[in-house]
């Protein structure tokens, strides 16, 4: 499984021009709380509004039935073929961008310690319950957010959140504590080799994953200037 390590997110200002066949990866700080969650905060309606050309107070962002954002259209011709998912911990906001592909990103602060064999056990499959319990307390817990992270990811994608059924997908985990592949899936979700899923670690104190189901796209990640306002 590929993994977007901090030095692939190149500075740079926004927007990008993204191609067809490419999915952009943005990772932005300062947005926080429900309105960054929604894809409705003052950092995402920018980056949103320069791919669009258009002002922020323009980017109308519309929340499906499990709370999963996405352009509505009705405003701009051409907008719904921009598909976006927005995820925020820890002070780090990552956001992805593509044309005409569902996708889902998720990223998670490895600063604060969580009871990992116990939603392990909860949320997960046997086997990866299991693998987790073989490493010692400090590999788990950055093994259980790895983890963890892909599977968000690809139900953010579905755009159906976590009521989907983490334990309906299964990750092979290598020695290291590393998920190396996507390798049970429930058939409502596709088949696993529909699904692409990238790993990634975007600072030093970040886990994340970014998933979608369809044809194989170029990644490009990048990390927001200083002065990108």
Same mark, same amino acid.
């Not at 962002?61 to 911990?89: C, Q, Y």
């Not at 005409?100 to 990223?107: K, P, S």
């Given at each position: 499984?590929?993994?977007?390590?901090? &030095?692939?997110?190149?500075?740079?200002? $926004?927007?990008?021009?993204? +191609?067809?066949? !490419?999915?952009?990866?943005?990772?932005?700080?300062?947005?926080?709380?429900?309105?960054?969650?929604?894809?409705?905060?003052?950092?995402? %309606?920018?980056?949103?509004?320069?791919?669009?050309?258009?002002? *922020?107070?323009?980017?109308?962002?519309?929340?499906?039935?499990? +709370?999963?954002?996405?352009?509505?259209?009705?405003?701009?011709? +051409?907008?719904?073929?921009?598909? $976006?998912?927005?995820?925020?911990?820890?002070?780090?906001?990552?956001?992805?961008?593509?044309?005409?592909?569902?996708?889902?990103?998720?990223?998670?602060?490895?600063? %604060?310690?969580?009871?990992?064999? !116990?939603?392990?056990?909860?949320?997960?499959?046997?086997?990866?319950?299991?693998?987790?319990?073989? $490493?010692?307390?400090?590999?788990?817990?950055?093994? $259980?957010?790895?983890?963890?992270?892909?599977?968000?990811?690809?139900?953010?994608?579905?755009?159906?959140?976590? #009521?989907?059924?983490?334990?309906?997908?299964?990750? #092979?985990?290598?020695?290291?504590?590393? *998920?190396?592949?996507?390798?049970?899936?429930?058939? &409502?979700? #596709?088949?696993?080799?529909?699904?692409?899923?990238?790993?990634?670690?975007?600072?030093?104190?970040?886990?994340?994953?970014?998933?979608?189901?369809?044809?194989? %796209? %170029?990644?490009?990640?990048?990390?927001?200037?200083?002065?990108?306002?």
């Amino acid at each position: 499984m590929r993994l977007l390590s901090a &030095s692939d997110f190149t500075p740079t200002r $926004f927007p990008v021009a993204l +191609g067809d066949d !490419e999915i952009h990866l943005w990772l932005l700080a300062g947005d926080s709380g429900p309105d960054a969650l929604r894809g409705d905060g003052p950092h995402v %309606r920018g980056l949103l509004a320069a791919y669009l050309g258009c002002a *922020p107070d323009a980017v109308d962002v519309a929340i499906g039935e499990h +709370g999963k954002p996405f352009l509505d259209g009705r405003f701009l011709a +051409g907008a719904r073929a921009f598909d $976006f998912n927005v995820s925020h911990s820890g002070g780090a906001l990552l956001v992805a961008i593509a044309r005409g592909q569902e996708l889902g990103v998720d990223i998670e602060t490895q600063r %604060r310690r969580r009871p990992v064999l !116990e939603l392990a056990r909860r949320f997960f499959a046997a086997d990866e319950a299991a693998a987790l319990a073989s $490493f010692d307390e400090p590999q788990q817990q950055t093994a $259980f957010l790895r983890l963890w992270s892909c599977k968000e990811a690809i139900v953010k994608a579905l755009g159906i959140g976590i #009521g989907f059924g983490l334990a309906r997908m299964q990750f #092979g985990i290598d020695a290291s504590g590393d *998920p190396v592949e996507l390798s049970v899936i429930h058939a &409502s979700a #596709g088949a696993v080799e529909d699904w692409h899923v990238v790993r990634l670690a975007p600072t030093s104190a970040h886990v994340g994953a970014l998933a979608w189901r369809g044809p194989a %796209r %170029r990644v490009r990640a990048f990390a927001a200037a200083p002065d990108w306002t």
